[in-house]
């Protein structure tokens, strides 16, 4: 369902730490994901929601929140034509695409379009 928050990414200098605490609160299971250029371990919170922990870096001081769409393009030319800011879409090879944004007050969100074809 287009909209619906699907995705958060928490950064950490801990990984570990983190990984403890969300797992403490909430039980949380994560798993390390193969793949990544950076340390990032996933939890799955229901069919269709989900989260990570990840290694901290200058660019990811706070959590990202991901919003599933029907069409990554489409919803890049919509931020961008609202006056926000939005990378082109990339790949997650068998899983989907997603487009990291800011809306018009800066604020760091994503958009996720699941499509197991993604190369």
Not at 41 to 47: G, I, K, N, V, Y
Not at 76 to 97: F, R
Request: a negative charge.
């Amino acid at each position: 369902m287009a909209g619906q928050m699907v995705h958060v990414e928490i950064p950490a200098a801990d990984t570990a730490q983190a990984r403890a605490f969300w797992s403490g609160l909430f039980g949380w299971q994560f798993q390390a994901f193969e793949g990544s250029s950076t340390e990032y371990h996933m939890a799955r919170f229901s069919d269709t929601q989900g989260g990570a922990i990840h290694q901290r870096d200058e660019s990811t001081s706070s959590p990202r929140v991901y919003f599933d769409v029907d069409d990554a393009n489409a919803a890049v030319a919509k931020v961008k034509e609202l006056g926000g800011q939005a990378s082109d879409p990339m790949p997650v090879p068998g899983m989907g695409w997603f487009a990291t944004c800011k809306d018009t007050e800066e604020n760091d969100f994503g958009l996720w379009q699941t499509d197991a074809s993604a190369a």
